[in-house]
T-cell receptor, first 113, second 117 residues
Framework: DAKTTQPTSMDCAEGRAANLPCNHS???????VYWYRQIHSQGPQYIIH???NNETNEMASLIITEDRKSSTLILPHATLRDTAVYYC??????????????FGQGTILTVHP | DGGITQSPKYLFRKEGQNVTLSCEQN?????MYWYRQDPGQGLRLIYY???????QKGDIAEGYSVSREKKESFPLTVTSAQKNPTAFYLC????????????????FGPGTRLTVL
């Protein structure tokens, strides 16, 4: 699986958009980009995933560059409850070990009043 | 409500004792997973199961054992052979359609924090 690089931490003011970057320069053609987040002492929560087109759901938007070597997770109006560790994961959809996700250290997002 | 339950939330055991962590899901998911998380670290995969009566070792399976006798249950036993068992243990499940991107949409339980004294 392709390796991802994320900033260790980021801050965001409440009500503003939080833009979390992720580099995945070695991503291959059949690998998707997944985002999860983990609020302190809870299990991770799936946010969104995409292959090459931009995606949006009720939680966030995912912008993937045309060369697919990087992506940005956007929380359009961050709230204090969005304070969490955000994980960017690159994974293919199938294969013999499908479903096996590798969580790195992620980005600690702190939303402040 | 549909979801994944793990019990208990906190568990204390003496060194040298085996302990079994419970994980149950009513999402009708084929695949289930066990992860371990240490303070300030990401998750590491212990074992996973794609279907009933089948499971595979993850990255750190030594000192752990699992069973998958029922689709909805995937208990994890932390044996005395596990050298550093104190950690936060997370169970997850995902849909079972191979090759679909949704297979990687894993749903996590609330976790069990195990402390070995």
């Amino acid at each position: 699986d392709a390796k991802t690089t994320q900033p260790t931490s980021m801050d965001c003011a409440e009500g503003r958009a939080a833009n979390l970057p992720c580099n995945h320069s070695t991503i291959s053609g059949n690998e998707y980009v997944y985002w999860y987040r983990q609020i302190h002492s809870q299990g991770p929560q799936y946010i969104i995933h995409g292959l090459k087109n931009n995606e949006t759901n009720e939680m966030a938007s995912l912008i993937i560059t045309e060369d697919r070597k990087s992506s940005t997770l956007i929380l359009p109006h961050a709230t204090l409850r969005d304070t969490a560790v955000y994980y960017c994961i690159v994974r293919n959809a199938g294969g013999t070990s499908y479903g096996k996700l590798t969580f790195g250290q992620g980005t600690i997002l702190t939303v402040h009043p | 409500d549909g979801g994944i339950t793990q019990s208990p939330k906190y568990l204390f055991r003496k060194e040298g004792q085996n302990v079994t962590l419970s994980c149950e899901q009513n999402l009708n998911h084929d695949a289930m997973y066990w992860y371990r998380q240490d303070p300030g670290q990401g998750l590491r995969l212990i074992y996973y199961s794609q279907i009933v009566n089948d499971f595979q070792k993850g990255d750190i399976a030594e000192g752990y054992s699992v069973s998958r006798e029922k689709k909805e249950s995937f208990p994890l036993t932390v044996t005395s052979a596990q050298k550093n068992p104190t950690a936060f243990y997370l169970c997850a499940s995902s849909p079972g359609t191979s090759g679909r991107s949704s297979y990687n949409e894993q749903f996590f339980g609330p976790g069990t924090r195990l402390t070995v004294l």
